[in-house]
């Protein structure tokens, strides 16, 4: 499999932002997408990069250098409900999903 | 949206017994399916990638024989742990494409938690 890296854990309170960062392999990719998993829950999608550039979608940002194999998610006006789990997930060769390992984010009041 | 249907939610088996899991796409059809396997506090790996009507190919170190997959319709994969041990316990996510839905398209199965005792 491909290997995407991510931090393991990001603490920030209410009302902040965040960004969190993912590198990947660049052979066979083809794009980025991030994933929100609550504890005990499937994962839902949240974005997905193909060009470079940054892709908006109400509070959640999400940007891809494809030059600098380099992701990122963005989340704004931090509320305690975004505590959770946040994948990177790379696609390969147009078919294959990779997981990165993973940020566990935790929100404070 | 798509929906992906995964049956059951949570299972306790033995060790050495088999189980089944069901994945379901309920209102689209999927020529691919994938597995995937999360240990807690862990990634999601990817396991197999579940071919309507053929084989299903499998990623380094997983053994195939272990892990049973069938995906006889455009609406329903399978994946069978035989001879469960301990250390199969984890939980086990379907995913399923919408190719109408584009990358969006994928879509998770609630998943499966698995116990082997």
């Known amino acids: 499999g491909q290997s995407l890296e991510q931090p393991s854990e990001v603490t920030a309170v209410e009302g902040a932002i965040v960004q969190i960062n993912c590198t990947y392999q660049?052979?066979?990719?083809?794009?980025l997408s991030w994933y929100q998993q609550h504890d005990g829950g499937a994962p839902t999608f949240l974005s997905y990069?193909?060009?470079?550039g940054l892709e908006e979608t109400g509070r959640f940002s999400s940007f891809l250098s494809r030059s600098d194999s380099y992701g990122y998610l963005l989340l704004q006006e931090l509320q305690m409900k975004d505590s959770a789990s946040y994948f990177c997930?790379?696609?390969?060769?147009?078919?294959?999903?990779?997981f990165g390992s993973g940020t566990k984010l935790n929100v404070k009041p | 949206g798509a929906v992906v249907s995964q049956h059951p939610s949570r299972v306790i088996c033995k060790s050495g017994t088999s189980v089944k899991i069901e994945c379901r796409s309920l209102d689209f059809q999927a020529t691919t399916m994938f597995w995937y396997r999360q240990f807690p506090k862990q990634s999601l790996m990817l396991m197999a990638t579940s071919n309507e009507g053929s084989k299903a190919t499998y990623e380094q170190g997983v053994e195939k024989d272990k892990f049973l997959i069938n995906h006889a319709s455009l609406t329903l994969s399978t994946l069978t742990v035989t001879s469960a041990h301990p250390e199969d316990s984890s939980f086990y996510i379907c995913s399923a494409r919408d190719l109408t839905g584009g990358v969006n398209g994928y879509t998770f199965g609630s998943g499966t938690r698995l116990t082997v005792v």
């Open positions: 997930a790379a696609i390969y060769n147009f078919n294959k999903f990779y």
């Open positions: 990069n193909a060009l470079d």
């Open positions: 660049t052979s066979g990719f083809y794009g």
